[in-house]
């Protein structure tokens, strides 16, 4: 994603240097660094400032109010993965899924059923779990995948998407989220060990996140920058939820200042016409100009329970990135008091790299 995003990277934790290591029925989540109250409906309210030293990252609509109700993500997987080299067979087993779809659709009954794939592997088309009840759901299934090679190891990610099984009333399935793993980053595989992995499941992005329209006008007498808000179009259907409840933020920052404002929320929609104008106080100073840094984000607002709600992001001033953002902003700020238009793509967010967790199992592979 061309985006300057962080580098992904991963903690892992080789359980067996722990000393006080519980068993794998009863585990300990807090031995892993994970804290399960994030994933409980009664979870503690906290608020977390938005302000952060890097401008560019955006919080979720959860950050901004203390009122709303705790992130709880779209559930943990667990699952081991174990290579056999001389046979060259990966073996890949979902254990479980904790709180599934979060706070999602509470009413729904879910019908989970997992699917794990290895893209660009011609042995690593999609194998589709059992369908089990619940938001807890219970799989202990194994899938195996042949011609995996050590060099594969390298190069290949595992992919555990997770599905409400729509049964013939939808006559599909609807995708909640997946877990990615990069074997590469899993050195354990190259003992034949059985490695046990906990992931966060995430909303996969989507190739195309939609487009904003916006005009730009700063005004030096009075010290107020105006961005109009158009509209947003081309948004991204989520197929668990549907068209988005459309939510679109402004974080403008000078120096050590920052002010975010908010549009209203349109609901159920792929295209949010607002025709709104936002307003902040702004410097006009040569300095202030080349320092702005201004970040325009679009939001599902049915998804703030999850702690990822961002659909995408445009940026002005010292953030712009693409030609149309760098070229709005210099109209903008060499013509002063004229409003400049611009259409821009919307990116995925600037992230916190995830967390990977992976414990290894004493016991050594007996395929080989």
Request: overall charge neutral.
């Amino acid at each position: 994603m061309g985006t300057n995003l962080p580098i992904r990277e991963w903690m892992l934790i080789n359980l067996h240097q722990i000393a006080s290591k519980s068993s794998s029925d009863g585990e300990d989540p807090l031995a892993h660094g994970l804290d399960p109250s994030l994933y409980g409906p009664n979870a503690p309210v906290v608020c977390a400032s938005p302000c952060t030293s890097d401008h560019g990252a955006v919080p979720s609509s959860s950050s901004f109010s203390g009122s709303e109700p705790r992130p709880t993500g779209l559930g943990l997987l667990h699952c081991t993965l174990q290579h056999f080299p001389v046979r060259k067979r990966l073996r890949v087993s979902i254990l479980k899924i904790e709180a599934l779809a979060g706070q999602l659709k509470p009413e729904l009954e879910m019908m989970a059923i997992c699917k794990v794939s290895i893209h660009g592997l011609k042995t690593g088309k999609e194998q589709a779990s059992e369908v089990k009840r619940g938001r807890d759901p219970i799989f202990n299934q194994e899938f195996f995948f042949d011609n995996v090679t050590i060099e594969d190891l390298d190069t290949k990610n595992v992919t555990v998407a997770a599905f409400h099984h729509g049964g013939a009333k939808l006559g599909k399935d609807l995708m909640i989220g997946e877990a990615t793993i990069p074997l590469r980053e899993i050195r354990e595989l190259n003992t034949k060990k059985e490695i046990k992995i906990i992931e966060e499941i995430k909303q996969q992005i989507p190739k195309k996140l939609g487009k904003i329209y916006i005009s730009s006008c700063i005004e030096k007498d009075a010290k107020r920058l105006t961005i109009n808000l158009k509209k947003a179009d081309d948004l991204p259907r989520w197929t668990f939820l549907g068209a988005p409840d459309v939510c679109i933020k402004i974080t403008m920052a000078q120096g050590d200042k920052q002010q975010t404002k908010s549009s209203r929320v349109l609901k159920n929609t792929t295209t949010a016409v607002y025709n709104e104008a936002v307003m902040f106080l702004f410097n006009p100073g040569r300095k202030e100009l080349e320092t702005t840094k201004i970040t325009i984000s679009v939001h599902d607002m049915q998804r703030t329970c999850t702690g990822d709600d961002v659909i995408g992001c445009a940026y002005l001033g010292a953030l712009a990135h693409d030609k149309s953002e760098i070229e709005q902003w210099k109209n903008t700020t060499e013509h002063l008091g004229k409003e400049y238009k611009g259409t821009h793509n919307l990116k995925p967010p600037r992230q916190a790299p995830p967390v990977h967790v992976a414990e290894t199992d004493d016991k050594d592979g007996d395929e080989d």
